[in-house]
């Protein structure tokens, strides 16, 4: 779920203590826009979609949280296309994906 190399990077480039600064306030904003996330696809809102997909997908990669970035640009680009195909699924295990990566990043500067 976690590029650790990337995160190993971040943290020579920036000290842990300021990466786990920037990880608490993701966690907080993330949550958020999962929520909104969740909320546009219900009612089928493709441009606020992919507005909160591109932006979960570059704040996760600053993170370094890979596979949750993956996911969310398929539900930018799917958005952009205004296309269902598939997309259900995708929204369906997001949330998953969201938790287990912000527990591996958690894990990873408790450690």
Known sequence: MINYAQLDSLIQLLEKDTINQIRLEFVDDSHEKMTLLIRAWNIRDYQELRQISH?????SLNMAMQVFAEQCQLIEEASAQQSELGMQA??????????????????????
Do not use: G, V
């Open 55 to 59: 932006s979960l997908k570059s704040a």
């Open 90 to 111: 995708i929204i369906d295990d997001l949330p998953a994906i969201h938790q287990t990566s912000l527990n591996e990043l958690e894990a990873f500067f408790s450690s």
